[in-house]
């Protein structure tokens, strides 16, 4: 299905943006698993809508468990999780079956199933469907985190207003702090200008796009495969589920192909503790689809928020005459920035996928 990913642990995202519901099976988690319940809800407030920047939506995004807990601990069965849509406003979006909003997936959707989706507040392609995935995220980053593997992601940049990045060699501590910011920057003079710079749009009746860089610290080397199985390909494949991502690169991305190779590569090192090390990350932290110590780093593009208030030109599908739409309803000025979490989630869920898939034990460089 396409809305499942996974292969040990599989992942079904399900629900739209103005039905009664949406949420998440987990199936694959190992029984016995603590799921400290505040802190997962802590995750969830990171992705939560409000504030000056993001959609007035109002959602408590409180999940409510179905199945796969027993007081706070995994049972082995499949956990299923609904959060309940509190706040739409379907009366913005009674005129868009027939205009299809530029950039959005209204078109796409008409095309496939001849009128009949559900676009209400952007439906099934809507971002609402980020709530079930840093719910599952939330999840995932508890049990790495009992494994020696933190995962963290700060907001690299937002309408071409760079943050600085990350070190060479993410901190736990680090990744902890930028969580608990208000904004996610890691220099708070950029995000200070990066706030500016999605103010001034969102003042505009417009919107900006954004790259959310995402580190995962701890990971053992040898994890993933070669060609299509790879620890790119896999991440890859589903952080572009993420609505709105539009571009994913690892370590130096696109920067490589401006690069000469002895500019690229990275020399190896044996450092202070005796471990293997490279002297910089330009891979990402992976070689041949299989993580090699450092850090892994990747960095997720988004597109400016299609839903915009100034008008827009689009065609009748009904008439096929071109005609002017001017969008209603509440919406992201720069959709990155509420996404942060949301890739930190994707990125969580693939790595335990792939650590529980290799059958990794507690101490997660010793495999069985």
Request: glycine residues 14%.
């Amino acid at each position: 299905m396409s809305s499942e990913f996974g292969k040990y642990l599989q992942v079904t995202i399900f629900g739209q943006s103005h039905g009664k519901a949406v949420g998440v099976v987990l199936d694959g988690l190992p029984a016995g698993e603590p799921i400290d319940l505040a802190e997962l809800r802590r995750f969830m407030q990171r992705r939560r809508p409000g504030g000056a920047l993001s959609t007035p939506r109002r959602e408590e995004d409180e999940p409510v468990f179905l199945s796969g807990l027993l007081g706070d601990q995994t049972c082995g069965s499949p956990l299923c999780a609904v959060i309940e849509n509190q706040d739409a406003r379907s009366e913005d979006y009674a005129e868009l079956a027939a205009l299809p909003r530029p950039s959005h997936a209204d078109y796409a959707a008409y095309c496939k199933w001849g009128g009949k989706a559900d676009l209400r507040g952007g439906g099934h392609f809507s971002g609402r469907l980020t709530a079930p995935i840093c719910l599952a995220g939330g999840i995932a980053k508890q049990l790495l985190a009992r494994r020696g593997v933190f995962v963290g992601a700060h907001l690299a940049e937002a309408g071409g207003e760079p943050d600085r990045s990350l070190p060479l060699f993410p901190t736990r501590g680090l990744l902890e702090e930028i969580a608990d910011k208000p904004f996610p920057a890691l220099d708070d003079r950029c995000g200070e200008r990066m706030q500016a710079v999605i103010a001034a749009a969102a003042a505009e009746g417009d919107s900006v796009g954004g790259i959310v860089a995402c580190a995962a610290i701890g990971l053992p080397a040898g994890l993933g495969s070669p060609m299509f199985g790879g620890l790119e390909n896999r991440l890859a494949a589903a952080l572009f589920g993420i609505p709105a991502v539009k571009g994913v690169e690892f370590g130096a991305g696109f920067a490589s192909a401006r690069q000469r190779g002895s500019d690229n590569n990275d020399p190896f090192l044996v450092d202070d503790r005796g471990e293997i090390v490279a002297a910089k990350n330009d891979s990402g932290g992976i070689l041949g689809g299989i993580s090699i110590g450092m850090p892994l780093v990747l960095r997720a593009a988004f597109k400016p928020t299609p839903s915009i208030g100034k008008p827009q030109q689009t065609v009748n599908l009904f008439t096929k005459k071109a005609t002017e739409i001017t969008i209603r309803g509440r919406h992201d000025p720069c959709v990155a920035l509420r996404a942060v979490p949301a890739v930190e989630a994707v990125t969580a869920l693939v790595l335990l996928d792939m650590i529980l898939e290799e059958k990794y034990d507690g101490n997660i460089g010793n495999q069985e």
